[in-house]
């Protein structure tokens, strides 16, 4: 059967042999997380029914599927996110550099500043531009002193792409700022703790198309620094920022590849249906 309707307009596709050489390269990274039969439950429901995954360093990782497969239930066991909400149980192992995320000697809130978050309605503090992006270093103790403090504002806001509108304004709240601003000034506040991987959920969804463009924009940068997870239902954004598509389905982790070979040579007809826009 023909898949072409489903593969998004913005996709370049190589020649096949070209892919499959790229792809074996890119299976062979090194992982900088893994989860291995991770479960995860909400009181008797199970929202993920063993997932297997590997998270490859410097890359961006797309999570896409219909709405309520475990996207953002798994998303959030990468940094114990789900540890906030009661009656969530997570089973199997997820590492990070090789450690379990989940061991005892491991403390959530030293863990999220490694695995960093951004959500999907920016959210900045109730606090200046400046204090948004300050707050994470001066509760970490990573700066010494204002000049370091300065500095790390400074790069952080650089590296989201937000030094040139906010730096004249730093004392203004974020709240002040556009939605598309403000997701970046979360992006800033991520990155102002140094974090190896960022998470994102849908972070464009409440975004216009230029402030999303900026953003996808900031990603493919970002990636030379962390490694990235990005949760999306928008299947043309999952094609232009990412390099690896993990496509989920009823709490399972149908298939995971190269991007370019999930939206044009996917494996599992549930992945087809998808891409095809048959459900979803
Ligand atoms: N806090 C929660 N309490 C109970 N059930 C939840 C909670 N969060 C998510 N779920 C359920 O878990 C499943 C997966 O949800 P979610 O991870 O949010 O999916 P997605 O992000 O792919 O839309 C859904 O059935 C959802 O209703
Ligand atoms: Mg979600």
């Not at 304004?169 to 403000?182: H, M």
């Amino acid at each position: 059967m023909s898949i072409k309707s489903g593969i998004p307009g913005q996709l370049k596709l190589r020649p096949r042999a070209d892919r499959q050489t790229d792809r074996a390269a890119a299976a062979a990274l090194p992982a900088k997380m893994t989860a291995r039969g991770v479960k995860v439950f909400y009181g008797a429901k199970q929202a993920l029914k063993g997932i297997d995954l590997d998270i490859q360093e410097n890359r961006v990782l797309a999570l896409i599927g219909p709405s309520g497969c475990g996207k953002s239930t798994f998303l959030r066991c990468l940094n114990r996110m789900n540890d906030t909400i009661e009656g969530c149980r997570v089973e199997g192992r997820i590492a990070l550099d090789g450690e379990d995320v989940y061991g005892k000697a491991v403390d959530a809130v030293q863990l999220r500043a490694r695995v960093g978050m951004v959500f999907q309605k920016p959210n900045p503090f109730p606090k200046s531009i400046y204090d948004n992006v300050a707050y994470g270093p001066r509760i970490h103790g990573l700066a010494s002193g204002r000049d370091e403090l300065d500095e790390v504002v400074q790069t952080s806001l650089k590296r989201a792409g937000l030094w040139a509108e906010v730096k004249d304004r730093l004392r203004e709240p974020g709240t002040s700022l556009s939605g598309g601003q403000q997701q970046r000034l979360c992006i800033a506040r991520a990155i102002a703790v140094s974090p190896e991987v960022i998470l994102m959920d849908e972070p464009c969804s409440a975004l216009d198309p230029i402030a999303t463009a900026h953003i996808e924009e900031l990603i493919d940068e970002l990636r030379a620094n962390y490694t990235i997870v990005i949760v999306t239902h928008n299947m043309q954004q999952a094609a232009r920022v990412s390099q690896r598509t993990a496509f989920f389905h009823l709490g399972e982790m149908v298939e995971c590849d190269d991007t370019e070979e999930i939206f044009t040579n996917p494996r599992d007809e549930r992945t087809q249906g998808y891409i095809t826009g048959r459900y979803g």
